[in-house]
């Protein structure tokens, strides 16, 4: 059974989040105004929506890859809670070295909703062994 995801359009003209193909692991979400990023500038980019995120679940805010590969945006930030009910708004940064222009209703960034499981926290002086054990950063290879 499919969870239902209510969404509060806080601006008429914007585009509800959506799957560009039937299997999408995430929905689209639109720019609700025209925004500008200059090289290295953050901002956030409001969605004109706001979200009854279902108990239990969060919804996780991603890059679209063609704006973060050809563009250089980058999202920041991302996790909203079940209980926020206010507008959803998409932090990017510029990382290219050039200004990009998002237009009202482009597609700006992906979300996805992700069962949320509860855990104990439990402080521990010692850890389990593994293979893998404290190697970090490239331990794998290149």
């Known amino acids: 059974m499919s969870q239902v995801l209510k969404i509060k359009k806080l601006d008429t003209g914007v585009l509800l989040p959506d799957y560009s193909h039937a299997g999408d692991a995430a929905l689209n979400i639109y720019a609700s105004k025209d925004v500008t990023l200059e090289p290295m500038e953050r901002v956030q980019v409001p969605t004109g929506i706001a979200l009854e995120i279902p108990q239990g679940y969060s919804v996780f805010i991603w890059d679209r890859s063609s704006m973060s590969h050809k563009h250089g945006l980058k999202t920041l930030g991302g996790v909203i809670?079940?209980?926020?009910?206010?507008?959803?708004?998409?932090?990017?940064?510029?990382?290219?070295?050039?200004?990009?222009?998002?237009?009202?209703?482009?597609?700006?960034?992906?979300?996805?909703?992700?069962?949320?499981?509860?855990?104990?926290?439990?402080?521990?002086?010692?850890?389990?062994?593994?293979?893998?054990?404290?190697?970090?950063?490239?331990?794998?290879?290149?």
């Open 81 to 142: 809670d079940e209980g926020y009910r206010g507008e959803i708004m998409v932090g990017l940064i510029n990382l290219s070295d050039e200004k990009y222009t998002i237009e009202k209703n482009h597609k700006i960034a992906q979300m996805i909703l992700q069962k949320r499981e509860e855990i104990t926290i439990e402080e521990a002086d010692t850890l389990s062994e593994t293979i893998r054990g404290e190697k970090a950063f490239g331990s794998t290879g290149k």
